[in-house]
């Protein structure tokens, strides 16, 4: 397993989430990483990204504002802070690295790895 995600669950509108990714293996020396989630009936999206070259972060308006994404080198571990949580954010949620390429992309075909994925549901 390169990359294991966890942290979703059932909230109210308004509430907070964490989400955590932890990678192992290759996905361990990854430095661009990022979140997409999926809603029932729609495409994959992408929500956060972070380019550990820089430090750059990169938001979806959709959440610009209320997300947040860090990592912990440390544990090798990707976040997704999630507050003012609304209904629309209803979704399974994916963490992504590229593997051994460095540039940013929102694009989620670029990406090598992916975790199994998390359910948030936010309910109104």
């Known amino acids: 397993v390169q990359l294991q995600a966890s942290g979703g669950g059932l909230v109210q509108a308004g509430a907070s989430l964490r989400l955590s990714c932890a990678a192992s293996?290759?996905?361990?020396?990854?430095?661009?990483r990022a979140w997409f989630r999926r809603a029932p009936g729609k495409e994959r999206e992408f929500v956060a990204g972070i380019n550990l070259n820089g430090g750059s972060t990169y938001y979806a308006d959709s959440v610009k504002g209320r997300f947040t994404i860090s990592q912990d080198n440390a544990k090798n571990t990707l976040y997704l802070q999630m507050d003012s949580l609304k209904p629309e954010d209803t979704a399974v949620y994916y963490c992504a690295s590229r593997g051994a390429a460095t540039v940013f992309t929102r694009a989620p075909s670029q990406y090598a790895y992916w975790g199994q994925g998390t359910q948030v549901t936010v309910s109104s």
């Open positions: 293996g290759r996905a361990v020396n990854s430095l661009v």
